[in-house]
Nanobody, 124 residues
Framework: QVQLVESGGGLVQPGGSLKLSCAAS????????MNWYRQAPGKERELVAG????????NYADSVKGRFTISRDNAKNTVSLQMISLKPEDTAVYYC?????????????????WGQGTQVTVSS
């Protein structure tokens, strides 16, 4: 079955850095767009960063541009999120997401798979 296992979360001081990793299994990783989402207490889940299946294209939320970098290794079935210059408002549970489009014969159907999340807390 599909598994996405995040790691690397923790407590860090403002201005610090963390690197999140997500290990994927149970599907064809190299065909999936991979995303990182986050959800802070009392807020909706938001897309932080995404990377296409080949890694050729990335996108970021405005709030993290220039501070976060998403990357993937299709040989190892992993996706990472390098975070620098962390701010208290980056505090959230971060989720790894695999987004796949499957041709049904008449249209593309989107399937989403999620990890269990990893807590990132930015505080002095």
């Amino acid at each position: 079955q599909v598994q996405l296992v995040e790691s690397g979360g923790g407590l860090v001081q403002p201005g610090g850095s963390l690197k999140l990793s997500c290990a994927a299994s149970g599907f064809t990783f190299s065909r999936a767009t991979m995303n990182w989402y986050r959800q802070a207490p009392g807020k909706e889940r938001e897309l932080v960063a995404g990377i296409t299946s080949t890694g050729a294209s990335t996108n970021y939320a405005d709030s993290v541009k220039g501070r976060f970098t998403i990357s993937r290794d299709n040989a190892k079935n992993t996706v990472s999120l390098q975070m620098i210059s962390l701010k208290p408002e980056d505090t959230a549970v971060y989720y790894c997401n695999a987004e796949m489009l499957i041709w049904t014969g008449s249209l593309y159907q989107r399937y989403d798979y999620w990890g269990q999340g990893t807590q990132v807390t930015v505080s002095s």
